[in-house]
């Protein structure tokens, strides 16, 4: 079962929570205990084998057999390499690339699952609506929500982004997908904009009511949704069976993980593996110039009332980071009250301070740290120049915090960097780095020219991505998204 991080909504089945996708009235969901999962008993598993062992574990009351179905996507050809998510080991550490899905970003890893999630949990709830995906992105969930949305029946998505705050590859991608129930819409804001309009459509009750008479009900693919964070479970046990079988470790010795993060989806979803018993030692956050989490972790204080930089990880480019709640509400002791508290001072002056019992307790197992574009740069370049291996600017990001937190510290132990994105995802940010030049060609000649630089073959799903036919693109302001819904969605039928 599962509960509300503000104390504020009665216990939900896993089938409901991934349908509600957040609390109605504000508050995550989260399972109300941890179960315990070893990882040797996976250690011959595939993949797909050990994702359905473990999703099994949380979704009680969904059909197994569609959970078996589900996880089929990690082997039917969709990922484009025999091992969904390969650990390659460098130097001094191994990085754990969960970018081999259709978008080339880690998003793929949970959003190509959702859809068969929810539909099964509509269906096991014997209701017959049609699901309103609402997605804000900063840029990589919205195509990986798209490729995993698109024609399943029963089903529409509208994805938000920020205009011009994300990377033109991204903006490329959303906008050429094919689909009869996908629509684009670029928001006149930041991405912190996008979402905070979004979770007000969502804890509305009257566009929920008024949705209801149209048979159609609204959730979410963000990674709000339980259905997102329970797949990234997953390739933690993964990442840990490979780098043991490598022998990188000994049994149940600890490992690190270092999480490039925004929404704190990711990390968090170690955080849980940690929890379910997997030998982690130390979890590393790491943020890019909009450090909003580092400095939380060196003060207690949560502000968001601060310049927003757009950066060459816009992915990264957050300053609520959503999933913090459910962080918070563990290391509160699971006091619904104070988290309740908290967001509620957030909403209203953009920052709260947690107590210092609250502070030591979320420092406990993890480190945070921040590095800026300049250093983003460098160490694109230097990593390559060592290992010929290229790093996307979020991966990056990780990289660097490790090298601070290493110096810091001294901690020797094996450390696993997870690798967020293809570096041809952001390939001028990445070719620049690697050139030291500014790259002023268009999009698509940087992907190439990347490839000619270094040898690496360019993912499929971007070859030729700016030759391709794009659909027009619906611009509104924040405070028109409302509207979008109730007139063009509901009254018009046109979105
Ligand atoms: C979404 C994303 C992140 C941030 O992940 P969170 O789960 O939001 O912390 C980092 N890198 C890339 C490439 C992403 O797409």
Redesign the pocket.
């Known amino acids: 079962m599962y509960e509300s991080t503000r104390g504020n909504f009665s216990t939900k089945s896993a089938a409901e929570v991934i349908a509600l996708g957040m609390v109605p009235q504000g508050g995550l969901f989260v399972p109300t205990a941890l179960p315990k999962a070893r990882w040797q008993d996976y250690q011959n598993s595939t993949y797909s084998q050990l994702a359905a062992a473990l999703m099994n574990l949380f979704l009680t009351d969904i059909p197994s057999a569609d959970i078996e179905k589900a996880v089929k996507v990690y082997e039917d050809g969709r990922f484009s390499s025999a091992n969904p998510v390969p650990l390659v080991g460098l130097a001094d550490c191994s990085v754990l690339e969960l970018?081999h899905g259709p978008t080339a970003?880690?998003?793929d890893m949970a959003l190509q699952v959702l859809p068969y999630l929810l539909s099964s949990s509509i269906k096991t709830l014997g209701t017959e609506q049609e699901v309103i995906i609402l997605t804000a992105t900063?840029?990589?969930?919205g195509k990986a929500a798209l490729e995993g949305f698109k024609d399943v029946p029963g089903t529409r998505i509208i994805v938000f982004y920020p205009e011009g705050g994300v990377s033109p590859v991204q903006e490329r991608q959303m906008l050429t997908t094919k689909a009869q129930n996908t629509t684009v819409v670029a928001v006149k804001g930041n991405f912190d904009q996008c979402q905070n309009a979004v979770k007000d459509i969502f804890s509305s009750e009257q566009l929920r009511n008024e949705l209801l008479e149209h048979k159609m009900v609204f959730s979410s693919a963000n990674?709000i949704n339980w259905g997102r964070l329970l797949p990234?479970i997953v390739y933690y046990f993964w990442a840990y069976i490979q780098a043991f079988k490598q022998g990188k470790i000994k049994e149940n010795e600890k490992l690190n993980i270092v999480?490039?993060?925004?929404?704190?989806?990711?990390?968090?979803?170690a955080y849980y593996a940690r929890e379910m018993g997997l030998p982690i030692a130390n979890l590393i956050c790491a943020s890019n110039d909009n450090k909003v989490l580092a400095d939380f972790f060196q003060t207690g204080i949560y502000d968001s009332n601060r310049p927003f930089y757009l950066t060459s990880?816009p992915?990264?480019d957050?300053l609520i980071?959503s999933?913090f709640e459910r962080y918070l509400y563990e290391a509160s002791g699971r006091n619904g009250k104070k988290v309740r508290q908290w967001y509620e001072q957030l909403a209203s002056s953009g920052r709260f301070e947690v107590d210092r019992e609250v502070l030591t307790a979320c420092r406990d197992g993890m480190w945070a740290g921040w590095c800026d574009q300049q250093a983003v740069k460098s160490t694109i370049k230097k990593v390559y120049a060592d290992s010929s291996y290229l790093l996307?600017s979020?991966?990056a990001v990780a990289m660097k915090v490790y090298q601070d937190y290493r110096e810091k510290t001294g901690d020797p132990a094996f450390t696993v960097i997870v690798s967020?994105?293809s570096p041809f995802?952001f390939a001028q940010s990445v070719l620049e780095a690697l050139t030291e030049k500014s790259f002023s060609g268009k999009a698509g000649e940087a992907v190439e020219r990347l490839k000619d630089t270094t040898g690496w073959e360019i993912p499929d799903c971007l070859e030729n991505l700016f030759e391709k036919a794009i659909r027009e693109k619906i611009l509104c302001s924040p405070e028109e998204i409302n509207g979008l819904i109730t007139n063009d969605l509901l009254k018009k039928k046109f979105l």
Do not use: R
Request: charged share 10%; no cysteine.
């Open positions: 970018w970003a880690f998003k900063s840029g990589d969930t990674s990234q999480v490039p993060t925004g929404n704190f989806g990711n990390i968090l979803a990880s992915s990264m957050i980071s999933n996307d979020h991966t967020t994105a995802k």
